[in-house]
Every structure is written in C-alpha cells, then in structure tokens.
C-alpha cells in the first residue's frame, strides 16, 4: 500500500523507475489526467515508486510529455516511475 502525500513532499523522496515499466499504457491516462487538469481543475491521484516503496500524491497535472509528467507548481514526476494512475 502507497503512502499518501502530499505534492509539496515529492522533493524530500528519490524518485526510481517502477519495478514494472508500464510507460506505453501510462500515456493514455496522462493525456486524460491532463485534459482533467487543465479544463475541469479536476485532480488524480499518481503512485509513484521511490527508494522508500510507493507514495501517492493527489494533484492537478499540468502537461504530460515522453518521459515526464508535470504537476501543478512545477513538480516533475518521471513516467518511468509510475505505478498506478487513478481519477
């Protein structure tokens, strides 16, 4: 189970790549998280791993890209690291 946390503390984590690289089926629901983001303000929940085991974060995504993913406020969180997206 993912600790939830809150997008100001990602800084204090390592961000690793997942155990299982999922980044072609993530793109899909970035692009919905985004649009989410963006027209409706609406927020997602991302689980990320780190050195620490998997963290969550509810927060607004600004703009997704090949490897990255922005947050509201400027965070980036890799793709690569990505465990689970849910709305």
Same mark, same amino acid.
């Given at each position: 189970?993912?600790?939830?946390?809150s997008k100001e503390e990602i800084s204090r984590y390592k961000i690793v790549p997942a155990?299982?690289?999922?980044?072609?089926?993530?793109?899909?629901?970035?692009?919905? #998280?985004?649009?989410?983001?963006?027209?409706? %303000? @609406?927020? *997602?929940? &991302?689980?990320? /791993?780190?050195?620490?085991?998997?963290?969550?974060?509810?927060?607004?995504?600004?703009? #997704?890209?090949?490897?990255?993913?922005?947050? %509201? @406020?400027? *965070?980036? &969180?890799?793709? /690569?690291?990505?465990?689970?997206?849910?709305?």
């Open positions: 189970m993912a600790t939830l946390i155990l299982v690289n999922k980044v072609a089926q993530w793109h899909k629901e970035l692009s919905y #998280a985004m649009r989410l983001g963006n027209e409706f %303000k @609406g927020k *997602t929940y &991302i689980t990320f /791993e780190t050195t620490e085991g998997p963290v969550s974060v509810e927060t607004t995504v600004w703009s #997704a890209g090949e490897g990255y993913l922005q947050l %509201k @406020g400027g *965070t980036v &969180i890799p793709v /690569e690291s990505i465990v689970d997206i849910h709305f």
